[in-house]
């Protein structure tokens, strides 16, 4: 079992940044690829990144490719998202999970175990 508790959402004008936490307690987090998700009012959730475990390679969506970054503290059990360059269309509530694989990461599907999500507001 893996408890998972996002924070560091808020409200921020388009153009500025974000720092997304994510802190892991219970089983081994360093077993466990982590991925960011989002969803907007009235859409579905969507990938935004992930960091696998094995060998802390990274994936992005092309919406957000270039403008986050994903990383990971094995050490602090906390995984980040480090947003600049935001635009309102990365208004969401951003949702951090994590699965023991490294395959499917961008299919929400395959991760195990969420959290509740953080508010992430951009104004324009």
């Known amino acids: 079992q893996v408890q998972l508790v996002e924070s560091g959402g808020g409200l921020v004008q388009a153009g500025g940044s974000l720092r997304l936490s994510c802190a892991a307690s219970g089983d081994i987090f360093s077993s466990f690829t982590m991925g960011w998700f989002r969803q907007a009012p009235g859409k579905e959730r969507e990938f935004v990144a992930a960091i696998r475990w094995r060998d802390f390679s990274t994936d992005y969506a092309d919406s957000v490719k270039d403008r986050f970054t994903i990383s990971r503290d094995n050490a602090r059990n906390t995984v980040y998202l480090q947003m600049n360059s935001l635009k309102p269309e990365d208004t969401a509530v951003y949702y951090c999970?994590?699965?023991?694989?490294?395959?499917?990461?961008?299919?929400?599907?395959?991760?195990?175990?969420w959290g509740r999500g953080t508010q992430v507001t951009v104004s324009s």
């Open positions: 999970a994590a699965e023991k694989t490294t395959m499917r990461i961008r299919i929400s599907g395959a991760y195990d175990y």
